[in-house]
C-alpha cells in the first residue's frame, strides 16, 4: 500500500533553517509529481510547492519563493523540502502529497501525516 511518511520538522527560531523529507514507498515514486502541502494553526490548507516526476522542474507559492527548496531523490523513492529565513508565519503542519500524473496539477490522492514545523523565538 501506499505510503508517505514526513519526518524533520521541530521547534526552530526565526530565521533558522529546517530540512523535511517524505520517504514513499508502495508506488513508483519515480513517475509521480510530488507537493508540499501545509496548514496553520486555524487556517486551511495552504499548497507550498511542487516538482516533477524527474525533479527537472519545480513551483513555489510567493509567500516561499526564494526560501523553501523542493527536490527529490528518486534512487531514494525520497522528497524532500529545505527551509530556510524560516518565519513565525512558516509554523504549520506540513504534509507531503503524491500528485495523479507526473507533472504537477494539484490533483492528489495519497497524503502523509503530516510534521510539524514550528518557528519561534
Known amino acids: 500500500q501506499v505510503q508517505l511518511v514526513e519526518s524533520g520538522g521541530g521547534l526552530v527560531q526565526p530565521g533558522g533553517s529546517l530540512r523535511l523529507s517524505c520517504a514513499a514507498s508502495?508506488?513508483?515514486?519515480?513517475?509521480?509529481?510530488m507537493s508540499w502541502v501545509r496548514q496553520a494553526p486555524g487556517k486551511g490548507l495552504e499548497w507550498v510547492s511542487a516538482?516533477?516526476?524527474?525533479?527537472?522542474?519545480?513551483s513555489y507559492a510567493d509567500s516561499v519563493k526564494g526560501r523553501f527548496t523542493i527536490s527529490r531523490d528518486n534512487a531514494k523513492n525520497t522528497l524532500y523540502l529545505q527551509m530556510n529565513s524560516l518565519k513565525p508565519e512558516d509554523t504549520a503542519v506540513y504534509y507531503c502529497?503524491?500528485?495523479?500524473?507526473?507533472?504537477?496539477?494539484?490533483?492528489?490522492?495519497?497524503w502523509g501525516q503530516g510534521t510539524q514545523v514550528t518557528v519561534s523565538s
Open positions: 502529497a503524491k500528485d495523479l500524473s507526473s507533472w504537477y496539477a494539484g490533483k492528489y490522492d495519497y
Open positions: 508502495g508506488f513508483t515514486f519515480s513517475n509521480y509529481a
Open positions: 516538482i516533477n516526476s524527474g525533479g527537472g522542474s519545480t
